[in-house]
């Protein structure tokens, strides 16, 4: 299983997901009953943001123990392909609601996500095709 690059890919995806609760992704002022309110934006700081970014951490470290059905594991890393871009407009959606916005040096981790989902499934691919031609010379 770890021998595998698309396992390598998900664990970037998952390592990038988890490191993203603990980071935070931009700092800004935000306007509450005429204050200024410094708010710090990370994958805890909304609703919305802690369950897509929570069930994009679980799915990819459930694709990675699905190794023997590649077709599923193909279908799930398109499905955490989606929830990563849905992660990376609803960071983008709540940088606009601040003023005085400072992007962090962790703003690179919720587009590690996408690219670790996209690689793997690439990788995936190539390894059915594989077995296809491999099946084809039987």
Do not use: H
Request: one cysteine or more.
């Amino acid at each position: 299983m770890i021998q595998r690059q698309q396992t390598l890919w998900l664990l970037l995806a998952s390592v990038a997901a988890l490191l993203s609760f603990m980071f935070p992704f931009a700092v800004g002022d935000e306007l509450q009953k005429s204050l200024l309110v410094r708010k710090i934006v990370d994958a805890g700081s909304t609703f919305f943001l802690l369950i897509i970014t929570g069930a994009s951490l679980v799915l990819s470290t459930v694709i990675l123990f699905l190794f023997k059905d590649r077709k599923l594991q193909m279908k799930l890393c398109l499905l955490g392909l989606l929830l990563a871009v849905g992660i990376i407009l609803l960071y983008i959606l709540e940088i606009k609601k601040l003023t005085n916005t400072t992007l962090a040096l962790y703003c690179i981790l919720p587009f590690i996500i996408p690219a670790g989902y996209f690689l793997a499934f690439r990788n995936i691919r190539k390894d059915e095709k594989l077995v296809k031609s491999l099946d084809k010379l039987r």
